[in-house]
C-alpha cells in the first residue's frame, strides 16, 4: 500500500464539493498531489515566512518545490495585511501564474489567511493547498476556507471564503514551535471543547499540560477538524440567522478587539482568545445561561495551558468598544456575542446591553 493510501483522512463534505484534510505521514500525499499537477503542465507557487523555512528548511524541497517557486514573507501578525497582500499577487504576477496555477500556503494562520485570499484573488481565483505548521492553524484556520487580511480599522475586515483543495496536517512540525506559540493554538483546542464537545473539555482538564510531542496531540488536532468540518459542512458562508458557522467565534467578538486595540502582535491571536474564553464565559454567566463554578473551570483549563484570562496591562474602554462594533457578527448596528447554555453548547446572543459588555471589560483590566 502507498504512503498516500496509509495516511489517514478526514472529508470535508459542502454543498458542491468536498477536500481531504490528511494526518500525518503526509508526505507521501502531498508528494503525490504535486506530482499530479506537474504532470498536468500546471505552475505551482508557496508563500511562506522566513521563521517557518528557517525551522523547517528541508520540508519543501523533500516534498518536491523548488526554490524559484518560494515566496518568503516576515513572520507575524503584521504580514496580513494589505501591503504584502498586493506584494504576493505582484510576486504571482511576475511569474506570469495563470489560472492554473496552484498555490501553496506553508505556516500558520497568519500566512494560511493571508495566501487564501491572494487565491481567492488573483485572477479571480486559483487552487490553494493548505500546509499548517502551528497548532493553531492546524486545528482551526488552514479548515474551512476563511481567508482575508487585516486592516487597521480591525481583524479580518477584509477577505472571502475560499475553500483549500486540500490541507496536509504533519503534527511533527509542531516540535519547532516555541512554547508560547504552542499555548497560542491550546486556545483555539480549548473552543472547541467550550462549543461543542464537552467531552474534550473534561480531557483536557484531566491533563497535566501537553506538549507538541505528547502522545495525546495528533488524535487531539484530528477531534477538533471533525468538529469544524461538521460545522462548516451546515453553514459554510456563515449565513445562518442563529447559530451555524458564528459558533466557531466564541470569544473572538473579545479577542479581535484586543488585538486591534493592543497593536497587531502584541498579543499571540490564540493569547487574546484565551482572554476572549474567559469573557465570553462570564457574559453566559451574567446572562444567567451558566452557573458561576462554570468560570473557575474555563480559568482554571485556560491558565493550566498556560494562557492569559485577563489583560497583561490596562487598553482603553472606549477603544475596546469601537473595535467591537466593526466585528463580523454584528447585525444592524448591533453587538451579536457568542455564548453557552453549557459547556460543549454555544449559541448565539443578540441584544447585549453595552453597558454589560462595559462591566466586563473592566473585570478583565480594561482603563476607562
Not at 96 to 106: E, K, M, Q, T
Not at 110 to 137: C, E, K
Not at 205 to 214: F, I, K, N, V, W
Not at 332 to 346: D, H, I, P, S, Y
Amino acid at each position: 500500500m502507498s504512503e498516500k493510501m496509509k495516511t489517514e483522512t478526514l472529508t470535508v463534505e459542502l454543498e458542491k464539493r468536498r477536500y481531504p484534510i490528511y494526518f500525518d505521514g503526509v508526505g507521501g500525499a502531498l508528494k503525490a498531489d504535486l506530482l499530479a499537477l506537474r504532470s498536468a503542465g500546471r505552475r505551482v507557487q508557496v508563500i511562506s515566512d522566513a521563521r517557518v523555512l528557517h525551522a523547517h528548511p528541508k520540508y519543501l524541497a523533500q516534498a518536491g518545490f523548488k526554490d524559484g517557486e518560494i515566496l518568503s514573507l516576515p513572520a507575524g501578525e503584521p504580514t496580513k495585511s494589505i501591503p504584502y497582500f498586493s506584494q504576493a499577487l505582484s510576486a504571482l504576477a511576475g511569474q506570469s501564474a495563470g489560472r492554473d496555477c496552484a498555490l501553496f500556503a506553508f505556516g500558520g494562520g497568519v500566512i494560511g489567511d493571508l495566501a487564501g485570499y491572494v487565491a481567492a484573488s488573483y485572477l479571480r481565483g486559483i487552487d490553494f493547498y493548505q500546509i499548517p505548521t502551528t497548532l493553531l492553524s492546524m486545528v482551526d484556520s488552514s479548515v474551512g476556507g476563511k481567508t482575508g487580511i487585516n486592516l487597521p480599522e480591525g481583524k479580518n475586515l477584509v477577505g472571502a471564503f475560499w475553500q483549500p483543495k486540500a490541507v496536509y496536517i504533519e503534527t511533527a512540525l509542531l516540535t519547532t514551535l516555541p512554547p508560547r506559540e504552542f499555548a497560542a493554538g491550546m486556545a483555539e483546542i480549548i473552543k472547541y471543547g467550550m462549543l461543542a464537545d464537552r467531552e474534550l473539555f473534561d480531557d483536557l482538564l484531566a491533563l497535566d499540560g501537553l506538549r507538541a510531542d505528547s502522545p495525546e496531540v495528533p488524535a487531539i488536532v484530528r477531534r477538533c477538524c471533525a468538529i469544524k468540518a461538521r460545522i462548516v459542512a451546515e453553514d459554510e458562508t456563515e449565513t445562518a440567522q442563529s447559530g451555524g458557522r458564528a459558533l466557531l467565534n466564541l470569544g473572538h467578538t473579545f479577542a479581535h478587539a484586543i488585538e486591534n486595540v493592543a497593536g497587531y502582535g502584541e498579543y499571540l491571536h490564540g493569547e487574546a482568545v484565551g482572554i476572549g474564553l474567559s469573557l465570553a464565559t462570564r457574559l453566559s454567566v451574567a446572562l444567567g445561561q451558566l452557573p458561576v463554578s462554570e468560570l473557575k473551570r474555563v480559568d482554571q483549563l485556560l491558565q493550566q495551558f498556560q494562557l492569559p484570562v485577563c489583560l497583561r496591562a490596562p487598553l482603553e474602554l472606549d477603544e475596546l468598544m469601537a473595535a467591537m462594533q466593526r466585528d463580523k457578527k454584528n447585525r444592524a448596528g448591533r453587538l451579536r456575542f457568542v455564548t453557552m447554555n453549557a459547556l460543549g453548547n454555544a449559541v448565539t446572543t443578540n441584544e447585549v446591553a453595552a453597558e454589560l459588555i462595559e462591566s466586563l471589560w473592566r473585570e478583565a483590566g480594561a482603563g476607562s
